[in-house]
């Protein structure tokens, strides 16, 4: 095992739970130690449908899994990422996002070393780092999750950069609020993008196609080879199932979840509770397990996260529930601000009322400087924590 020298903690104390040599390398070493080591030529002959990799999910809703993705999978699912974004030598991709996830390996890493494209990387997102490397590599194509977009608008110097190189943005892993799209597209000048995917499908199911019609607020319509639909319907919202090329071998090690999550016909069940309009497009409601139960009332989360990313002073938002002794769970929404502005939660709260239903407006808002997120950027709800005056949910605050 080999690792830089600025990780050396977590690298040492992961060789020794997995009983394997760590060797630490300072930056100027990388080049020459690898030169050092005698190469194997010996081509290992694989089928396609071996494991290739074993990519573990970002556990927002419960604990990772280890999701198995086969030669063909990841082949063909880099072939489909490249054409959505037609990729060419000549394009530099910024990758903002892990190669250890779904999205940055086969969507950043695959597909631009398919194209032959230049894939430029950040050692972790920062809106003035990634700023700074479109403006001097001139990037073309910009890959990230929704909370990259709404800290790229929030910036408050990002009109100094250059940043017109930009002809394609790509969003994934969460749901993309409509008001962050469309103030981006407007603001730097390019496309952006929303596609669907999860670990378990290595991971592109679903995308607004470049050459066909774009709908804000849409994770777009199948990809080549893959089929989906709705499950237990009810009111026109049902969860997403997936059949394809892009569907896992299953969980590693994990059979009875495997058996729950893909039946025998080969579709998975995704967790992610959806809409479909006449087109074929399909629009995400929320995950299943984040939903929200008040007076028997369904609250979805992300419906109320899109009223409140209408406000101008907020950045981010995760509503989740709160229980609630006579009602089952209230509704709870935790607020992160941008920059400068300044908002109280009496007025966040006022300004989803007004355009929600009763029985869905938070009753409870508090203001934080940050929200807990994966290592990708997810906002990781079941991680939010409710203040005090908050968990007595009999008193509203």
């Known amino acids: 095992m080999l690792a830089r020298h600025d990780c050396a903690a977590d690298a040492l104390a992961d060789a020794a739970t997995a009983g394997t040599d760590c060797q630490l390398a ?191 607020g849409s994770i777009g319509t199948p990809v080549d080879g893959v089929e989906m639909r709705l499950l237990d319907v009810c009111g026109g919202i049902g969860e997403i199932a997936i059949r394809g090329h892009n569907v896992m071998k299953g969980y590693w090690h994990r059979p009875h979840e495997t058996a729950a999550a893909i039946d025998a016909d080969g579709w998975f069940r995704s967790g992610d509770l959806a809409t479909v309009d006449q087109d074929g497009y399909y629009y995400i409601v929320d995950r299943k397990k984040d939903m929200i139960i008040r007076s028997g009332y369904n609250v979805y989360p992300r419906e109320i996260e899109d009223l409140l990313y209408t406000h101008p002073a907020v950045r981010e938002a995760a509503v989740v529930g709160i229980p609630h002794p006579e009602l089952g769970e209230e509704v709870g929404a935790a607020v992160a601000l941008k920059d400068g502005a300044a908002a109280t939660p009496e007025e966040l709260r006022d300004h989803v009322r007004l355009q929600a239903a009763a029985y869905k407006y938070p009753r409870h808002v508090w203001i934080v400087a940050e929200l807990p997120k994966t290592p990708t950027g997810k906002i990781l709800r079941r991680s939010v924590e409710a203040p005090a005056t908050a968990t007595d949910a009999r008193t509203p605050a």
């Open 26 to 216: 300072a930056p100027c070493e990388f080049a020459t130690l690898p030169a050092a080591t005698t190469p194997r030529h010996r081509i290992v002959v694989r089928d396609p449908s071996d494991t290739a990799v074993i990519l573990y999910t970002s556990g927002t809703t419960g604990t990772p899994k280890g999701a198995e993705l086969t030669h063909a999978s990841l082949l063909r699912n880099t072939q489909i990422s490249a054409g959505l974004f037609s990729l060419a030598a000549g394009d530099v991709v910024l990758g903002a996002l892990p190669l250890f996830h779904s999205f940055g390996q086969t969507c950043g890493l695959n597909a631009s070393v398919a194209s032959g494209a230049c894939l430029t990387l950040v050692p972790r997102f920062d809106a003035r780092a990634v700023l700074d490397t479109i403006q001097a590599h001139r990037v073309s194509v910009f890959q990230g999750v929704p909370t990259m977009y709404a800290a790229l608008l929030g910036y408050p110097k990002r009109a100094r950069f250059d940043v017109g190189s930009l002809r394609l943005c790509v969003s994934g892993g969460s749901a993309l609020p409509a008001q962050v799209l469309h103030r981006f597209e407007a603001e730097f000048g390019c496309i952006l993008l929303e596609g669907y995917g999860l670990s378990e499908t290595s991971p592109v199911t679903s995308f607004n196609h470049p050459d066909q019609v774009r709908k804000p």
